[in-house]
T-cell receptor, first 111, second 116 residues
Framework: DAKTTQPNSMESNEEEPVHLPCNHS???????IHWYRQLPSQGPEYVIH???SNVNNRLASLAIAEDRKSSTLILHRATLRDAAVYYC????????????FGKGTKLSVIP | GAGVSQSPSNKVTEKGKDVELRCDPI?????LYWYRQRLGQGLEFLIY????????KSGLPSDRFSAERTGESVSTLTIQRTQQEDSAVYLC??????????????FGSGTQLSVL
């Protein structure tokens, strides 16, 4: 799977929007962009994924750049429960079976 | 509906003993992953099963580690002659499919393994 680059950490105030960036300049045309998050002392949980178009669900929105070399996970109103490590992962439809988790972005939410 | 279930939730063992960790995936999920997460570290891929295909064992750190899965059911991860460096949380995840638009991993709560 192609490599992604994320900031090590970010902070947000509670109730404010959070934009978590991810760069993936070597993305291929068939790679899906996945986001997972891991709350303290828990296993990771799926957040959202997309291919080309922006995606929305009850947890978050995913904004994908037109050239697909970057994407942004948007939490519309951060809550204390959103404090977690957020992983941006590229997933191709062929090749390695591995879904590789990098170091992610540790999001802290300030009350 | 039930999620991914892992047992035991905690396991304390002595160095040199064998341990067996169990994962019950979500019913109907063809793909199953094992990961390891050491304290304060990221997820380390161990092994992957997809239906009846040959598993991808490329992440197993040594021949002391092995895993089995029968069809699309339960999987067991076995660690023989445990070492202190094996201490970690072992996470299992299942997905309805591999790759594509419908891939979505569901993780269990993990087994915390402590080797004394």
């Amino acid at each position: 799977d192609a490599k992604t680059t994320q900031p090590n950490s970010m902070e947000s105030n509670e109730e404010e929007p959070v934009h978590l960036p991810c760069n993936h300049s070597t993305i291929s045309g068939t790679d899906y962009i996945h986001w997972y998050r891991q709350l303290p002392s828990q296993g990771p949980e799926y957040v959202i994924h997309g291919l080309t178009s922006n995606v929305n669900n009850r947890l978050a929105s995913l904004a994908i750049a037109e050239d697909r070399k970057s994407s942004t996970l948007i939490l519309h109103r951060a809550t204390l429960r959103d404090a977690a490590v957020y992983y941006c992962i590229l997933r191709g439809s062929a090749g390695s079976y591995q879904l590789t988790f990098g170091k992610g972005t540790k999001l802290s939410v300030i009350p | 509906g039930a999620g991914v279930s892992q047992s035991p939730s905690n396991k304390v063992t002595e160095k040199g003993k064998d341990v067996e960790l169990r994962c019950d995936p979500i019913s109907g999920h063809t793909a199953l992953y094992w990961y390891r997460q050491r304290l304060g570290q990221g997820l380390e891929f161990l092994i992957y099963f997809q239906g009846n295909s040959a598993p991808d064992k490329s992440g197993l750190p040594s021949d002391r580690f092995s895993a089995e899965r029968t069809g699309e059911s339960v999987s067991t991860l076995t660690i023989q002659r445990t070492q202190q460096e094996d201490s970690a949380v072992y996470l299992c995840a299942s997905s309805p499919t591999w790759g594509g638009a419908n891939e979505k991993l569901f993780f269990g709560s993990g087994t915390q393994l402590s080797v004394l």
